[in-house]
């Protein structure tokens, strides 16, 4: 076990337990959450060290998300799915004012949004740690991923964006991928980052039962201002913050099913439209953001 006794961002001793979370997903084990009260960064503490994190993601949910065509609830997903890659490519195009460009997509799952991007003509490279998923990426979308070892093949100023989709939050190493995305990524290259917000709506409404901690999985809670100091560690400057809609929806939902609420649908609805609708006007009420660096 892993325990942090100061904090892993500013090195500040002034640390203090905010929520015991619980794996609803895995182990059902509880986890301690802490915040630094210098610069207000929050982590998950006494975590599995690394070698003993893959038991961890022994759930379904972290290879495929169902990919069968099942169910309304499947069917949602799949078209919000589909929906979400073109948003994030019509993103990418406006922020780098590139009609096509290369990329590398750091934790790239099961390899849908390279698949995605590749098909629109881009070129883009993915990085994937699991095995199983590297595997189910090239039977299912026809893609070969890279282990992470590969990310020091590169050559320097190669890529014009490095993209991380919700996975920074899992990495033991961020600092080590970042400083490669430095590396790599040509002048005034862009890193876009995409996390969860524990200072949105649907964060401070669950609490400790928000179902973006994720806990021990996410090992890292940033807010606007820890990324930002994280991310300048590295010579990165924040460019612009994107609104993701519908992962209001979906945590809210999920943290209503592991509530085991009665009616978790309805109720996940409803509190992810209040986050969508509050999020309108207060960018930080949204449940998740994403972050466009540029390498300065
Ligand atoms: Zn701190």
């Keep these: 076990m ?5 904090c892993p ?3 500040s001793g002034d640390i203090i337990l905010l929520y015991e979370c619980t794996d609803y997903l895995v182990s059902g084990e509880k986890f301690p959450v802490y915040r630094c009260r210098s610069c207000t960064f929050i982590f998950t503490n006494n975590i599995p060290e690394e ?5 961890y993601y022994q759930s379904e949910e972290y290879i495929s998300h169902s990919d069968n065509n099942n169910g ?3 069917s949602i997903y799949q078209y919000v799915r589909r929906w979400m890659l073109s948003s994030k490519l019509r993103m990418l195009k406006k922020e780098s004012g590139l009609v096509k460009a290369s990329v590398l997509d750091i934790g790239s799952g099961s390899g849908y949004f390279p698949a995605y991007l590749i098909n629109k003509g881009w070129e883009c490279q993915g990085i994937e740690i699991s095995k199983e998923a590297r595997h189910y990426a090239g039977e299912r979308n026809n893609i070969g991923l890279k282990p992470p070892e590969d990310i020091n093949n590169f050559e320097n100023s190669s890529i014009d964006i490095v993209t991380m989709w919700h996975t920074l ?5 961020p600092g080590e991928y970042l400083g490669s995305s430095y590396r790599i990524l040509r002048d005034k290259g862009l890193l876009v980052i995409a996390l969860p917000n524990h200072q949105s709506y649907d964060a401070r409404k669950y609490r400790e039962e928000w179902a973006a901690w994720d806990v021990p999985r996410h090992l890292w809670h940033h807010n606007i201002d820890t990324i930002k100091l994280l991310c300048d560690k590295y010579g990165f400057k ?3 913050i994107y609104r993701l809609p519908f992962d209001a929806y979906y945590v ?3 943290t209503e099913k592991n509530k085991k609420s009665s009616i978790p649908l309805i109720k996940g609805f409803t509190t992810g439209f209040i986050s969508w ?3 309108i006007l207060i960018k930080r009420n949204t449940s998740s953001l994403v972050y466009i660096f540029r390498k300065d």
């Design 51 to 55: 070698k003993e994190a893959a038991r």
């Design 2 to 6: 892993l325990n942090h006794n100061k």
């Design 252 to 254: 809210s939902a999920l």
């Design 277 to 279: 609708i509050s999020s």
């Design 9 to 11: 961002l500013c090195g």
């Design 169 to 173: 939050e899992h990495f033991y190493q």
């Design 238 to 240: 924040l460019k612009s």
């Design 72 to 74: 309304l609830v499947n």
